[in-house]
Nanobody, 115 residues
């Protein structure tokens, strides 16, 4: 059994910052990619940022220069530092971990950016 526990969501004013954290526990091994996705109302889930086990990162164009993803391989955690938040960043954010053998999702955490 694998659990992904997300934290750090909330309400923030435009221009502000939030930090999301996700901790994976249970039968996880050889995590290849850790990522954050988001889904806004009426829209499809989209990749926000990902990081591989060797530190290679990828970001959605809309968050480049504002968001930073990081991970701790020893603790099986992944964080997303979000700066200069915009109203368009409002969404439910989901943690995701992948390996050759599995693909797990967190329950989601709400991020609301007020104008």
């Amino acid at each position: 059994q694998v659990q992904l526990v997300e934290s750090g969501g909330g309400l923030v004013q435009a221009g502000g910052s939030l930090r999301l954290s996700c901790a994976a526990s249970g039968n996880v091994f050889s995590i290849r990619t850790m990522a954050w996705y988001r889904q806004a109302p009426g829209k499809q889930r989209e990749l926000v940022a990902s990081i591989t086990n060797v530190g290679s990162t990828d970001y959605a164009d809309s968050v480049k220069g504002r968001f930073t993803i990081s991970r701790d391989n020893a603790k099986n955690t992944v964080d997303l530092q979000m700066n200069s938040l915009k109203h368009t960043d409002t969404a439910v954010y989901y943690c995701n971990i992948k390996s050759t053998y599995y693909n797990y999702w967190g329950q989601g955490t709400q991020v609301t950016v007020s104008t």
